[in-house]
């Protein structure tokens, strides 16, 4: 069975400082890997996703994850805070194959200091 | 493209009340996915449907929820009685593939039952 955990429910960066969020995933087969971000009183929008392809993933708003395999990780990270980045930030793996099902984790709130 | 949209943004009823969110799919979307959201539980995946046919309700917490997916432009989930234990974010998504592609998410329903 699918499942993800995320390190750390909430992070505090400065503005300009680097951003790291941390998610490992467990999975019976290759995973597909997303990153969601949510604004308050919004819903989820996808960050970025990984589907095999290259294991550094680039996505919107200059955020990018790199998956490893051996660590079973898909950390997210950008070089440098905006306080536009404050938000809560969703890791989830999908095994796609045979199944739809989407599982989240638990979620990471970012804060950003001026 | 309009994005999922959801209706009503907020909704609040009496204990013992039906109540009815909709959710209308991106068009060409064959997946569409009801998750709901508390502090408490994270994202809970409730019911997904693929082509119109529900594939998994096994996250519906109980027989007061029910979901339909009439045509491919149009799904409801239904909660009767309404109790306050439901007051909850419910998310409305859909995709294409089989979850390679990640979802759009509808801005949601806060419904509150007092």
């Known amino acids: 069975a699918q499942s993800v955990t995320q390190l750390g429910s909430h992070v505090s960066v400065s503005e300009g400082a680097l951003v790291l969020l941390r998610c490992n995933y467990s999975?019976?087969?290759?995973?597909?890997l997303f990153w969601y971000v949510q604004y308050p009183n919004q819903g989820l929008q996808l960050l970025l996703k990984?589907?095999?392809?290259?294991?550094l993933v680039k996505g919107i708003n200059g955020f990018e994850a790199e998956f490893k395999k051996s660590e079973t990780s898909f950390h997210l990270t950008k070089p440098s805070a905006h306080m536009s980045d404050a938000a809560e930030y969703f890791c989830?793996?999908?095994?796609?194959?045979?199944?739809?099902?989407?599982?989240f984790g638990a979620g990471t709130r970012l804060f950003v200091k001026a | 493209d309009a994005g999922v949209i959801q209706s009503p943004r907020h909704e609040v009823t009496e204990m013992g009340q039906e109540v009815t969110l909709r959710c209308k799919p991106i068009?060409?979307?064959?997946?569409l996915f009801w998750y709901r959201q508390t502090m408490m539980r994270g994202l809970e995946l409730l019911i997904y449907?693929?082509?119109?046919?529900?594939?998994?309700d096994s996250g519906m917490p109980e027989d007061r929820f029910s979901a339909k997916m009439p045509n491919a432009s149009f799904s409801t989930l239904k909660i009767q009685p309404s109790e306050p234990r439901d007051s909850a974010v419910y998310f409305c998504?859909?995709?294409?593939?089989?979850?390679?592609?990640?979802?759009?998410f509808g801005s949601g329903t806060r419904l509150t039952v007092v």
């Open positions: 998504a859909s995709s294409t593939g089989e979850g390679q592609h990640g979802y759009t």
């Open positions: 999975s019976s087969v290759p995973p597909y």
């Open positions: 990984y589907t095999s392809a290259a294991t």
């Open positions: 989830a793996v999908s095994e796609g194959t045979g199944g739809f099902k989407t599982i």
């Open positions: 068009s060409g979307h064959n997946s």
């Open positions: 449907f693929n082509n119109n046919v529900p594939i998994d």
